[in-house]
Each structure stands twice: as structure tokens, then as C-alpha cells.
């Protein structure tokens, strides 16, 4: 049974920053795409940030390029979103993506083949 679970997300001002994990189990996680996504209330879920298995190559959204770093440790199963100048728009629900190999890269909805639960961020203004 393949388990993604997030953590990590909290409420921080204006020009803070967090860091969100994702640990993955059941999967075999350094082969596997993966990803992060958002949803605001009101809004559809949009993609934040991507990665390879490798780690080589990474996708982001316009609105985060330069804010946030997606990374991952193989070795700990674990996904990251390091996450700074944080805006009161960043706020929304987080989802952790696990692809796997092509053509599950993790970089769209429909190329997504686990969910975790989410991990809420709030920014106050």
C-alpha cells in the first residue's frame, strides 16, 4: 500500500518561509517522478513545483520561480519544498505528487499516480 504523507505547513507572516516534507512509503520512491501541488479555496489545483528521479531537473510554476526549491532525498524517501518570501496569495492546501516512471512525471493532475492528504499553508498579510 502505497502511503504519501505531508507535513510541515503552519501559518507564517509576510516574507517568512517554511519547509514542506513528504514522505513516501510503499513505493519505490527513487524511481519515481514527483511533485507539488496547490489549491486555494475557490480555485483549481495547480502545480507548483516538479521534480525527476534523479533530481536533475526541476519544473516550476511562474508565480514561485525563484521563491521555491523543490528537492528530494532518495536515501529518506522524502520530498521537499523549501518555500521563502511566502505572499498571503501562496496560501492554499499543499499536495505531495508521486509520479513514477514515463509518463507519470508528477507535473500534471492527470500524470499523478498518488496523492497525499495535504498540508495546509497560510500566510497572513
Known amino acids: 500500500q502505497v502511503q504519501v504523507v505531508e507535513s510541515g505547513g503552519g501559518l507564517v507572516q509576510a516574507g517568512g518561509s517554511l519547509r514542506l516534507s513528504c514522505v513516501v512509503s510503499g513505493l519505490t520512491f527513487d524511481t519515481a517522478a514527483m511533485g507539488w501541488f496547490r489549491q486555494a479555496p475557490g480555485e483549481k489545483r495547480e502545480r507548483v513545483s516538479c521534480i525527476t528521479w534523479t533530481g536533475d531537473n526541476t519544473a516550476y510554476a511562474d508565480s514561485v520561480k525563484g521563491r521555491f526549491t523543490i528537492s528530494r532525498d532518495n536515501a529518506k524517501n522524502t520530498l521537499y519544498l523549501q518555500m521563502n518570501s511566502l505572499q498571503p496569495e501562496d496560501t492554499a492546501m499543499y499536495y505531495c505528487?508521486?509520479?513514477?516512471?514515463?509518463?507519470?512525471?508528477?507535473?500534471?493532475?492527470?500524470?499523478?499516480?498518488?496523492w497525499g492528504q495535504g498540508t495546509q499553508v497560510t500566510v497572513s498579510s
Open positions: 505528487a508521486a509520479g513514477g516512471l514515463p509518463p507519470y512525471d508528477a507535473c500534471s493532475d492527470s500524470r499523478v499516480r498518488y
